[in-house]
């Protein structure tokens, strides 16, 4: 009874350096989103996708990357780390009629 | 598009008095609306969710929330708060038409004892 599995758990990046934040979910669930989360600015929304090979742009993609190859893998891809990335990031995934979004645990990031 | 407003960003309350965290929300369709739990250092779980049907939802621990279309609110409320209650609580919304779901700033609920 997985759910929606995120890693790392908390990662410090220097400045420049790249990294893949890595999400899964076990419910076969075509709907699958990337979030980030600062204080008090609620859940924005980076990327999404509403199926393998399909993704699409939220609010803030800029510096960030995604693909959806398998229906159970949405990796985010952050290309050169700037400190305005540090934030906490949260994996979500719905059923078709998206009538419930399931969080991962988030990952915590720190861009120094 | 949707938009959710969440009206308090802090709402203190004393334990056992009771407690309503506001929020309303705009769209030009058809709306499912949610409310999330997140406790410090752990991912957003779901308190409750309203798809259709009876306007008053009853979720877990004790809460619930009113879907009220001609105001387009959808308030949360708990009759008598405990400590275990403190955290941050976001509302979301998403349409039966669209791709996403939107969430509000949150509201960090404590509780005093």
């Known amino acids: 009874n997985a759910g929606v599995t995120q890693t790392p758990k908390f990662r410090i990046l220097k400045i420049g350096q790249s990294m893949t934040l890595q999400c899964t979910q076990d419910m076969n669930h075509n709907y699958m989103y990337w979030y980030r989360q600062d204080p008090g600015m609620g859940l924005k929304l980076i990327y999404y996708?509403?199926?393998?090979?399909?993704?699409d742009k939220g609010e803030v993609p800029n510096g960030y990357n995604v693909s959806r190859s398998t229906t159970e893998d949405f990796p985010l891809r952050l290309e050169l780390a700037a400190p305005s990335q540090t934030s906490v990031y949260f994996c979500a995934s719905t059923p078709q009629g998206r009538t419930e979004a399931f969080f991962g645990q988030g990952t915590r990031l720190t861009v120094v | 598009a949707q938009s959710v407003t969440q009206l308090d960003s802090q709402v203190p309350v004393f334990e056992e008095a009771p407690v309503e965290l506001r929020c309303n929300y705009s769209?030009?369709?058809?709306?499912?609306l949610f409310w999330y739990v997140q406790y410090p250092n752990q991912g957003l779980q779901l308190l409750l969710k309203y798809l259709s049907g009876s306007t008053l939802v009853k979720g877990i621990n004790g809460f619930e929330a009113e879907f009220n279309k001609s105001q387009t609110s959808f308030h949360l409320r708990k009759p008598s708060v405990h400590i275990s209650d403190t955290a941050e609580y976001f509302c979301?919304?998403?349409?039966?038409?669209?791709?996403?779901?939107?969430f509000g700033t949150g509201t960090s609920l404590t509780v005093i004892p």
């Open positions: 996708s509403v199926g393998a090979g399909i993704t």
């Open positions: 769209s030009s369709v058809s709306v499912y």
């Open positions: 979301a919304v998403s349409s039966t038409t669209g791709n996403q779901f939107y």
